[in-house]
Each structure stands twice: as structure tokens, then as C-alpha cells.
């Protein structure tokens, strides 16, 4: 290890920065995020989740607000650093954080409280849980300069949609009882599943005829084939018992899922785009 070499201080600035982002993405904003979901679903909660920490009294509204109010400080701080630190004209890292706060907060809280409603809910969490994060991540590193660089991200969140429908799963009776049309509760298991079904599989289909399209024969091949597992999943689990294995119909296809989110995202950085 030699500090005077230009490149090797490069890549650990490089890694610093990487890490720093992936700490706002994580900690604060999906920290943030599921704290304030958790505040104004403690009703629902204390049917569906007694244990959970809130409905079970574990800790107190002081202490839930304090730790809103400190992550959304420290997400708007952290981005705005990453902002600095990339040299940017435009603050885009800070914008990321800025819209993730915003989506948190019109998702859980009234009067909007998007997650009444299965659709908008479930489109909100895909563009907090997957597009929101890539921008972030892109932006701290580039520009934010091509129409690929925003649309992609957002047709692979529409995926989300799919274990947002699965989560759902085991909060029937809380969600019917306070009146949350979640996908599960407005069309019933059996047709739900199968929406849950399409909804993970084919953007994720899309983005790989995409790439295919511009020539990533490669990387479309591998999206492609992270879907065959997940495809197995939907097969073994989520069609025959969706309620029972939501956990481990889970568990089973998020890793591949993200291996294709990567992919892609890969694939973006490094493909030229004058092509």
C-alpha cells in the first residue's frame, strides 16, 4: 500500500463515497421509511404484529419521533454531503433523499396515506425500495444525463410491486378490518397471487429484451436466467400457498431479483451508449 499512488487513493475515495451512499440508502432512508410505517400502522399492527416494538410498548412515541426526526436530518445531510463530495452543480443525491422522505411519509400518514390503496402503495414502494436507491447510487458516481438512466430503474421497480403484494399476505384480517384495500384484501389469495406472479416477472422480462435490444445479448441473458429461479418460486410457494410461505417465497427470490437489478446496473455503466 503506497498513499502517494494517485490510484489507489482514487478507488478507496471511490469506496469511501460507495459506502457512505449505501449507509443513506439502508440505515436512514429505508430506516426512516419503515419507523414512520410502523408509527401509523400500530393499530393494524397490534392485530397482525402484537410483537412488533411499537404495539408491544417496547419503546415510546418520544423515542419513535426522535428517531424520525434524526433520520430524516441525517438523510438530508448525508445527501447533500455526497453532493459536495461529487462535485455536483445540481444536488441530485440531496433531491434522491429529499423524494424518499416525501414518498415515506405520504405513504404511511394521512391525508394521502398511499399504502390505503394496494396499487398506488405498491408502486410507491418500488420507487422508494428499488429506483429511488439506483438514482442515488448513479448519481453519486456520475450524471443522471440520459433518458435510459431514469426509465430503466423505473420499469425494474415495477417488479417490486411483486413482494410488496406478498407482504401483504399475512395482514388480510388487520388490513380489512382498517379499511387498507392492500392487492390481497381488493381481489382475494387466488387472484392476487397471480398478479403478484406478473408483476414481479415481466418488467424484469422487459428490461432484458431491452438490453438484448441494444446489443447487452450478455447481460440480457443473464436477467433472463435470474428469473428462472425465481420462476421455480412462484411454482413451489407463492401458487400454492401464498399466505403460509410469503416468508419464504420471500427470502427465495429476492436475492436473485437483485443480482438482476446489479446486473443491470452494470450493464448501464458500461455500455456505450453513442452506439
Same mark, same amino acid.
Given at each position: 500500500? %503506497?498513499?502517494?499512488?494517485?490510484? !489507489?487513493?482514487?478507488?478507496?475515495?471511490?469506496?469511501?463515497?460507495?459506502?457512505?451512499?449505501?449507509?443513506?440508502?439502508?440505515?436512514?432512508?429505508?430506516?426512516?421509511?419503515?419507523?414512520?410505517?410502523?408509527?401509523?400502522?400500530?393499530?393494524?399492527?397490534?392485530?397482525?404484529?402484537?410483537?412488533?416494538?411499537?404495539?408491544?410498548?417496547?419503546?415510546?412515541?418520544?423515542?419513535?419521533?426522535?428517531?424520525?426526526?434524526?433520520?430524516?436530518?441525517?438523510?438530508?445531510?448525508?445527501?447533500?454531503?455526497?453532493?459536495?463530495?461529487?462535485?455536483?452543480?445540481?444536488?441530485?443525491?440531496?433531491?434522491?433523499?429529499?423524494? +424518499?422522505?416525501?414518498?415515506?411519509?405520504?405513504?404511511?400518514?394521512?391525508?394521502?396515506?398511499? =399504502?390505503?390503496?394496494?396499487?398506488?402503495?405498491? *408502486?410507491?414502494?418500488?420507487?422508494?425500495?428499488?429506483?429511488?436507491?439506483?438514482?442515488?447510487?448513479?448519481?453519486?458516481?456520475?450524471?443522471?444525463?440520459?433518458?435510459? @438512466?431514469? *426509465?430503466?430503474?423505473?420499469? @425494474?421497480?415495477?417488479?417490486?410491486?411483486?413482494?410488496?403484494?406478498? %407482504?401483504?399476505?399475512?395482514?388480510?384480517?388487520?388490513? =380489512?378490518?382498517?379499511?387498507?384495500?392492500?392487492?390481497?384484501?381488493?381481489? +382475494?389469495?387466488?387472484?392476487?397471487?397471480?398478479?403478484?406472479? *406478473?408483476?414481479?416477472?415481466?418488467?424484469?422480462?422487459?428490461?432484458?429484451?431491452?438490453?438484448?435490444?441494444?446489443?447487452?445479448?450478455?447481460?440480457?441473458?443473464?436477467?433472463?436466467?435470474?428469473?428462472?429461479?425465481?420462476?421455480?418460486?412462484?411454482?413451489?410457494?407463492?401458487?400454492?400457498?401464498?399466505?403460509?410461505?410469503? !416468508?419464504?417465497?420471500?427470502?427465495?427470490?429476492?436475492?436473485?431479483?437483485?443480482?438482476?437489478? *446489479?446486473?443491470?446496473?452494470?450493464?448501464? +455503466?458500461?455500455?456505450?451508449?453513442?452506439?
Amino acid at each position: 500500500f %503506497n498513499p502517494a499512488d494517485r490510484d !489507489i487513493m482514487l478507488g478507496l475515495q471511490d469506496a469511501a463515497r460507495g459506502l457512505l451512499t449505501m449507509v443513506l440508502a439502508g440505515p436512514f432512508m429505508e430506516g426512516y421509511s419503515q419507523t414512520i410505517n410502523d408509527w401509523y400502522d400500530r393499530d393494524i399492527d397490534a392485530i397482525n404484529e402484537p410483537y412488533r416494538p411499537i404495539p408491544s410498548g417496547a419503546i415510546s412515541e418520544l423515542q419513535v419521533m426522535q428517531q424520525i426526526y434524526f433520520l430524516i436530518t441525517g438523510s438530508l445531510c448525508i445527501g447533500l454531503g455526497i453532493d459536495v463530495w461529487a462535485g455536483h452543480n445540481f444536488p441530485a443525491v440531496l433531491l434522491c433523499a429529499f423524494i +424518499g422522505t416525501l414518498a415515506g411519509y405520504i405513504y404511511s400518514a394521512p391525508p394521502l396515506r398511499l =399504502k390505503q390503496n394496494g396499487w398506488s402503495g405498491d *408502486v410507491a414502494i418500488g420507487l422508494c425500495y428499488v429506483t429511488l436507491p439506483w438514482w442515488c447510487g448513479h448519481a453519486a458516481f456520475g450524471e443522471l444525463d440520459r433518458m435510459e @438512466y431514469w *426509465v430503466l430503474p423505473l420499469v @425494474y421497480s415495477l417488479s417490486g410491486i411483486g413482494p410488496a403484494i406478498a %407482504n401483504d399476505f399475512k395482514s388480510i384480517e388487520g388490513d =380489512k378490518q382498517f379499511g387498507i384495500d392492500s392487492i390481497p384484501v381488493m381481489y +382475494g389469495v387466488d387472484v392476487a397471487k397471480w398478479i403478484c406472479a *406478473v408483476a414481479q416477472v415481466f418488467p424484469q422480462l422487459a428490461v432484458a429484451a431491452y438490453l438484448y435490444f441494444v446489443g447487452e445479448t450478455a447481460y440480457a441473458f443473464a436477467i433472463a436466467g435470474l428469473v428462472l429461479p425465481q420462476l421455480y418460486y412462484i411454482k413451489m410457494l407463492l401458487l400454492v400457498d401464498p399466505v403460509a410461505n410469503d !416468508i419464504a417465497f420471500q427470502t427465495s427470490c429476492q436475492p436473485f431479483f437483485f443480482l438482476g437489478l *446489479v446486473a443491470t446496473a452494470l450493464c448501464m +455503466g458500461q455500455h456505450d451508449w453513442a452506439v
